[in-house]
């Protein structure tokens, strides 16, 4: 396995990620299994797969509806909170490494995961596009998942957002929320590129 490259920016989950050929290799495996792609794309949840560094590696179909933008082709090598759009994965270096993090049941469970048990969570996603700002709550269920002799984890987003949680931000949120949507941007290019 080749190395991780690291940005120690973190405030919480480890800021590592995985090389982009590595995540290339890894998305192909289980692109090529398809009891793994039939098994994940017949249950109604929205699932992931997630390598070491909580890197997408697999989406299932039911999870594309949930990204903020773009579709399952698009999202291998980020993490969930950056392809759900969460305005808080583009602050510090990415997906669970901002302070808000700390408080996210949705890293928590990934986390977990990734230690070998199983996790569970609740987490509030904030997503900013184009001056529009939406809260969702997702409930996260996670798993172990080894596959080729390396350990993956499958991730489970259950949307149990209420119309009464979904309120309006005061406007000092919404000025915070447009400069972190800035960043995002210029974050998810430099992922990208």
């Known amino acids: 396995m080749e190395d991780a490259y ?3 920016s973190s405030f919480f989950a480890p ?8 995540i290339d290799k ?3 495996a289980f692109e090529d299994a398809p009891l793994i792609r039939q098994l994940l794309n017949m249950t109604s949840d929205a699932m992931v797969i997630v ?11 039911n999870f594309i509806p949930l990204l903020a933008v773009g579709d ?12 759900l759009g969460c305005v808080h994965s583009y602050t510090c270096t990415g997906c669970g490494t901002s302070k808000q993090c700390r408080e996210c049941g949705a890293v928590d469970a990934i986390l977990a995961a990734l230690d070998n048990k199983t ?4 987490c509030t996603l904030t997503r900013s596009n184009k001056g529009e700002v939406d809260i ?5 269920k996670s798993t172990p998942f080894p596959f080729n002799n390396e350990h993956f984890a499958v991730i489970a987003f ?23 949507e800035k960043r995002a941007m210029q974050l998810r290019e430099r992922l990208l590129s």
Not at 15 to 22: D, G, I, K
Not at 73 to 83: F, K, V, Y
Request: a neutral charge; proline letters at 9%; aromatic letters at 6%.
């Open 119 to 122: 996790g569970t969570g609740t």
């Open 72 to 83: 399952a082709t698009s999202i291998i090598g980020l993490r969930p909170g950056e392809a």
């Open 51 to 61: 390598d070491e560094h909580r890197q997408i590696v697999f989406a299932n179909d």
């Open 26 to 28: 890894r998305a192909s």
């Open 158 to 180: 259950f949307n149990i957002t209420s119309p009464k949680f979904k309120k309006p931000p005061d406007k000092g949120m919404l000025r915070d929320i447009q400069e972190i």
């Open 136 to 140: 969702y709550r997702l409930h996260v």
């Open 6 to 8: 690291e940005d120690q």
């Open 15 to 22: 800021a590592a990620r995985t090389p982009p050929e590595q």
